[in-house]
């Protein structure tokens, strides 16, 4: 009886959302029946694994998730006899079973496949083995497969050259500079490369290489420049703020379409907006501009990625090894336009044809942004940056959608008569609390910085206030029309009551 009413409700919902055209399908990863057995073999396996080291290390996440080499307890796996067993499996079971899978399958196959699961542990167990030695030894074996979890090839080659470094080995450090030059790598995501370049001088100064024989950048290294932003204290006590819940005195009150601005963002805008710079704050207007971009791109045909019409991204989105991989051809001729001046004409062309059909895609905020804006956004950063903010972006969605630049600022009326540095930043916000950027933030601020991207980040500092400000602070509180004038009751002391009696 309640199917008919189901349905209905579905259909009613489905016509006030719309979602983008694109090619469904649906093809299993498992060619028979053996193959769906040895994937579930290996996922109990990393079962274990995963319970192994969470016990170990008192971890509190749940048993089910995936678990990667960033995500171990802090302090690692302190337990002795969960140490031990863990090693054990390690050894015995995981590393013997991974070296036999190396056969290079499909990217959107990829996280069906027991060698990917298995590359994962491996992963995963590097920090917890402890010796440099046998670290080293595994990384070179990571290093040296081209199958299995290839976005991870930065982060390897990094944690490798820092090894050699720390150990002092000179043979280990040659090998590390040879590393080190493959920067150029495609494979080595954006992120990677400025923190390996700095290990790379390091090694070089280390083993004394000639000036002339020195791997050579190709990209012009400048730090992020810095402003102070002075934000008076906040106030002990404040009106309730219900403004998110667009509630006011009881009563319902329906919202603009503006966005909530994070502490100290309005503040920031404003200092910019008095140097005369027009500013946007809140990451949707990147994940805006950069979806646009790359619209049709996100909505490539790949096998089993769209299996119902009622989707605004593909399922494999947030895989870091599928998603990237599995358009990247696509994704590089799109940079190569986009790169070469033509980002405007595709921003024109995407958004016209999204809004037109007012389509619900991923990331994208039609309601908070104007298209003058993006346009004049487009046009004041030079084309190879916008097309580096577009590759870091999407070579690993799930990871970089944290970690981006807060604001962005630019001055599109002086775009054709000034300097790069003058026309567009990408802005960050230090807060009083905040005693260093995030490691997401690092991973973007070290890729826009080697992407030559214009970036900037504001360090807050709160004014003290004075006595008198804080007897005369007002606290925005409507004024109680029976109370005006009224004097509040004097405190009679205890000695002039006796005086009186």
């Known amino acids: 009886m309640l199917?008919?009413?189901?349905?209905?409700?579905?259909?009613?919902?489905?016509?006030?959302?719309?979602?983008?055209?694109?090619?469904?399908?649906r093809r299993s990863p498992f060619k028979c029946r053996t193959d769906l057995l040895a994937y579930e073999a290996v996922l109990e396996l990393e079962n274990q694994f995963v319970t192994l080291i969470r016990e170990g290390g008192d971890a509190t996440k749940a048993d089910s998730q995936p678990l990667l080499s960033g995500d171990l307890p802090e302090g690692g796996v302190r337990h002795p006899l969960a140490r031990e067993r863990l090693l054990s499996l390690l050894h015995i079971d995981i590393i013997p079973r991974w070296r036999t899978h190396h056969s290079i399958v499909p990217a959107w196959m990829q996280w069906a496949s027991p060698g990917h699961v298995l590359t994962r542990m491996v992963d995963a167990a590097l920090p917890v083995l402890q010796d440099d030695a046998q670290e080293i030894s595994l990384l070179n074996e990571l290093l040296g497969q081209t199958a299995w979890m290839q976005s991870r090839r930065g982060a390897w080659s990094l944690r490798r050259m820092q090894l050699s470094l720390a150990r002092k080995n000179e043979d280990e450090m040659q090998e590390a500079l040879e590393l080190g030059a493959s920067l150029s790598d495609p494979s080595i995501g954006l992120v990677w490369r400025l923190p390996m370049l700095r290990c790379l001088r390091e090694l070089e100064g280390v083993l004394k290489v000639d000036q002339v024989d020195r791997y050579v950048a190709g990209t012009t290294l400048t730090e992020p420049t810095s402003k102070d932003l002075s934000v008076p204290r906040e106030r002990t006590k404040k009106p309730p703020n219900n403004a998110k819940k667009g509630k006011c005195k009881g009563k319902e009150k329906e919202e603009p379409a503006v966005p909530l601005l994070p502490e100290y963002e309005a503040e920031a805008l404003q200092l910019y907006h008095n140097e005369d710079y027009e500013a946007?704050?809140?990451?949707?207007?990147?994940?805006?501009?950069?979806?646009?971009?790359?619209?049709?791109?996100?909505?490539?045909?790949?096998?089993?990625?769209?299996?119902?019409?009622?989707?605004?991204?593909?399922?494999?989105?947030?895989?870091?090894?599928?998603?990237?991989?599995?358009?990247?051809?696509?994704?590089?001729?799109?940079?190569?336009?986009?790169?070469?001046?033509?980002?405007?004409?595709?921003?024109?062309?995407?958004?016209?044809?999204?809004?037109?059909?007012?389509?619900?895609?991923?990331?994208?905020?039609?309601?908070?942004?104007?298209?003058?804006?993006?346009?004049?956004?487009?046009?004041?950063?030079?084309?190879?940056?916008?097309?580096?903010?577009?590759?870091?972006?999407?070579?690993?969605?799930?990871?970089?959608?944290?970690?981006?630049?807060?604001?962005?600022?630019?001055?599109?009326?002086?775009?054709?008569?000034?300097?790069?540095?003058?026309?567009?930043?990408?802005?960050?916000?230090?807060?009083?609390?905040?005693?260093?950027?995030?490691?997401?933030?690092?991973?973007?601020?070290?890729?826009?910085?080697?992407?030559?991207?214009?970036?900037?980040?504001?360090?807050?500092?709160?004014?003290?206030?004075?006595?008198?400000?804080?007897?005369?602070?007002?606290?925005?509180?409507?004024?109680?029309?029976?109370?005006?004038?009224?004097?509040?009751?004097?405190?009679?002391?205890?000695?002039?009551?006796?005086?009186?009696?």
């Open 3 to 25: 199917l008919p009413i189901v349905l209905e409700e579905l259909s009613r919902a489905d016509s006030e959302i719309k979602f983008p055209d694109y090619k469904l399908g």
């Open 280 to 501: 946007l704050a809140g990451k949707e207007i990147l994940t805006t501009l950069l979806g646009i971009l790359m619209h049709d791109v996100l909505f490539t045909d790949v096998p089993s990625t769209f299996q119902s019409k009622h989707q605004y991204a593909p399922l494999d989105i947030a895989d870091s090894e599928s998603f990237f991989a599995s358009r990247q051809d696509v994704v590089t001729t799109r940079l190569q336009s986009i790169a070469q001046g033509k980002g405007r004409d595709l921003l024109e062309e995407n958004y016209d044809f999204v809004m037109e059909k007012d389509l619900s895609i991923v990331g994208m905020r039609w309601d908070l942004y104007k298209v003058e804006d993006l346009k004049q956004i487009v046009t004041c950063i030079p084309p190879a940056a916008l097309a580096s903010l577009c590759e870091i972006f999407w070579q690993d969605y799930a990871a970089r959608i944290d970690g981006m630049p807060e604001l962005v600022v630019w001055k599109a009326s002086d775009a054709s008569t000034q300097g790069m540095e003058d026309v567009y930043k990408l802005v960050y916000i230090r807060r009083p609390q905040d005693s260093k950027f995030s490691d997401s933030q690092m991973l973007w601020l070290d890729a826009l910085q080697y992407a030559q991207v214009n970036v900037e980040y504001l360090k807050v500092t709160l004014l003290k206030k004075r006595k008198k400000d804080e007897e005369d602070d007002d606290l925005d509180f409507e004024p109680d029309e029976e109370a005006v004038g009224r004097k509040k009751p004097r405190k009679r002391s205890r000695r002039s009551a006796n005086v009186e009696t």
